[in-house]
């Protein structure tokens, strides 16, 4: 993976004055769209949409330094009026375009290269499951997308939850993990940034008939790569699902095969806020 996000890197620059659709890039290192962006996210802490813009602003930065023509620039950059690149530029450097010979100022984005850099060595457990198809079934809602800490809102959703609605759960139950699992899809940024909300589902994994007392979420067979982690709750769970993005899938032989992922959490009995959990992401294997 690495050499393919160097790669990818070398399209972007080689494209600044173009217009292209950011789709291209993960074709042309032949990496699925959303595998790419995702681990560019998990890797950078931004859209490859914010990078590509901050790059594009900050060439344009170099050539108004240079004594370019505003409008030169602006549409050299991609930016089809003035007002667009205007306001653009003033939210990124916080002065006007008219500015930047005048007052010298300069804001630079580098070229981002991406090297490995081997630290701790704590091993990463997991395992490869093929799974066919079946249904989540359980109670869901829209929350807002939040990658650390408590969710009160997914706290809400679990305490809503009926008696009724947990025993029809417990008799559907028929597909492993026999546990009760919660289920993150239908992110407004596609997991690509905390922002939004997405749609959480608690239930369980079942093949049966489902009543109209309880949501349900159809998914397709599927590898899955399940990461078992045992430790402080949530700390642990969140810690190693950021892992698996910013280290598992830059040396596995698998990428991203859907933007959901599912996981359960059984605490300990003896340790306060220490549990056991799992984490099952689907994957598809990648064909070089």
Request: aromatic content about 14%.
């Amino acid at each position: 993976m690495l050499k393919e996000l160097n790669d990818a890197m070398e399209y972007i620059e080689a494209h600044l004055e173009d217009e292209f659709l950011l789709e291209k890039i993960s074709e042309h290192i032949n990496v699925s769209d959303y595998h790419f962006r995702k681990i560019f996210f998990a890797l950078t802490n931004m859209t490859l949409n914010e990078y590509v813009k901050n790059r594009r602003l900050s060439e344009a930065n170099k050539g108004l330094l240079q004594g370019a023509q505003v409008t030169d620039i602006a549409y050299k950059y991609g930016y089809q009026s003035m007002d667009g690149f205007t306001r653009a530029f003033k939210k990124w450097t916080g002065i006007l375009p008219s500015q930047v010979a005048k007052l010298k100022q300069c804001k630079f984005c580098q070229k981002l290269q991406f090297v490995v850099t081997m630290k701790g060595g704590t091993l990463m457990e997991y395992k490869i499951i093929e799974k066919p198809a079946f249904i989540f079934a359980g109670v869901s809602k829209r929350v807002p997308l939040q990658f650390e800490g408590v969710n009160n809102e997914i706290l809400k959703l679990a305490q809503s939850i009926t008696r009724e609605q947990k025993e029809e759960m417990h008799q559907l139950q028929n597909v492993e993990p026999y546990e009760i699992v919660n289920v993150s899809y239908e992110s407004d940024t596609n997991f690509l940034e905390e922002s939004g909300e997405l749609t959480h589902l608690i239930g369980v994994l079942t093949t049966n008939n489902i009543s109209n007392n309880l949501d349900i979420f159809p998914v397709k067979a599927h590898t899955w790569a399940v990461f078992p982690n045992e430790g402080i709750f949530p700390f642990t769970l969140q810690d190693t699902m950021a892992r698996i993005y910013s280290e598992w899938f830059m040396t596995s032989d698998y990428e991203l095969a859907e933007p959901f992922s599912f996981s359960f959490t059984k605490m300990g009995e003896k340790k306060e806020n220490y549990a056991y959990s799992e984490i099952w992401i689907p994957v598809i294997k990648k064909y070089r």
